[in-house]
């Protein structure tokens, strides 16, 4: 079977930019966009296939109809007919709820599939543009629920300014928040479960506060402080850097600047390609080409045991 690409699903939120839409190149006159879900599994939200011989079908229709071949032999067994990656850009015009995700036993504990880890690959963002992740000081569950309670709880976190090609790993249990001008893509398990935690008082459009969970997140937040929540890697051109591998997907980046052939014949997963810069195409074993560009994201069935890369282009590679 061929290269997958997909109708992206566009989220308008109260904090949402204008950076996604031309991003991707699309016709469409959506203001406050926040997120583009690229490949989704997430019940009604999933993607559809947007051309060739399965344009029209839901994500995880096609896996319950090819499941092995799709998603690989232990990716199916493993999650069966729920696709087990969710791929998004988020354009964050104001700063982001301070939140946190469960771990997948606390999750099934509250009756989900699953919880949530996740990571952030930052692309061109404002040049002011930040983030927090973890703990900067050792705190209480007791001094957390005071914090939020107060309007201090930013105070005890870690904030980054960043930049194009900064990485954050976010394991579940890491309270986090994307800051003013972050645009970045993220990877993540199918799971839409977040909890909460402050919301700097910000109100909706009907003028009521977002519902907060934070007797919820205190049971999930991982109170361990660590000395540096980046990861640091050490890009390099015409080779893959990996950047994350955690038992929910390994992802790595590639900037090429030549053709580069890859051979993925001992791997049991698809393959998602997220185009971050530049222009290419992908060509498969039989001959096939699909063009690829910054702002598009496209699924290599596993059963693709090879694949050219050629072209000016940077782009993420994720498989589980």
């Known amino acids: 079977m061929n290269i997958l690409k ?10 949402g930019g204008e950076k996604i839409v031309p991003f991707k190149h699309l ?17 009604d939200n999933e993607s559809i296939v947007a051309e060739g011989d399965y344009a029209g079908w839901k994500l995880n229709d096609l896996v319950a109809s090819l499941k092995d071949k799709l998603v690989g032999k232990e990716n199916y ?9 969710l791929v998004k850009f988020i354009d964050a015009r104001q700063q982001l709820s301070i939140q946190v995700h469960p771990t ?43 914090m939020v309670e107060n309007d201090t709880i930013t105070d005890a976190l870690s904030e980054y300014s960043v930049k194009e090609g900064d990485v954050f790993f976010l394991p579940a249990g890491r309270i986090h928040s994307i800051g003013a001008g972050c645009f970045l893509a993220e990877i993540q398990e199918t799971s839409d479960i977040t909890y909460r935690i402050y919301d700097f008082k910000r109100k909706d459009k009907e003028g009521n506060y977002r519902q907060l969970h934070t007797k ?27 950047l994350v591998r955690c038992p929910y997907f390994t ?15 001992d791997l049991d997963s698809f393959v998602i390609f997220v185009g971050l810069s530049g222009s ?6 039989e001959g096939n080409v699909t063009p690829f560009q910054a702002g598009e994201s496209v699924l290599l069935p596993a059963t693709m045991t090879t694949v050219k890369v050629s072209g000016t282009i940077k782009f993420l590679e994720s498989y589980v």
């Open 251 to 265: 992802t790595s980046v590639y900037d090429l600047t030549e053709p580069m052939t890859i051979d993925y014949s």
């Open 104 to 146: 997948d036993e606390q999750a099934q504990a509250l009756g989900k599939s699953r919880g949530k880890t996740e990571m952030w690959y930052v692309m061109k963002s404002d040049a002011d543009a930040s983030l927090r992740s973890g703990l900067k000081q050792q705190i209480t569950p007791e001094e957390y629920t005071a």
């Open 6 to 15: 997909f109708k992206p699903l566009l989220k308008t939120t109260i904090w």
């Open 216 to 242: 919820e997140a205190a049971a999930c937040i991982d109170y361990t402080v660590y000395p540096d929540y980046r990861t640091k890697y050490e890009p390099r051109k015409d080779e893959p850097v990996e």
């Open 77 to 85: 067994e493993r999650f069966g007919n729920e696709f087990p990656l």
């Open 27 to 43: 016709d469409s006159n959506e203001k406050q966009v926040g997120e583009s879900w690229e490949v989704s599994g997430v019940k």
């Open 280 to 285: 290419g195409e992908i060509t498969d074993a």
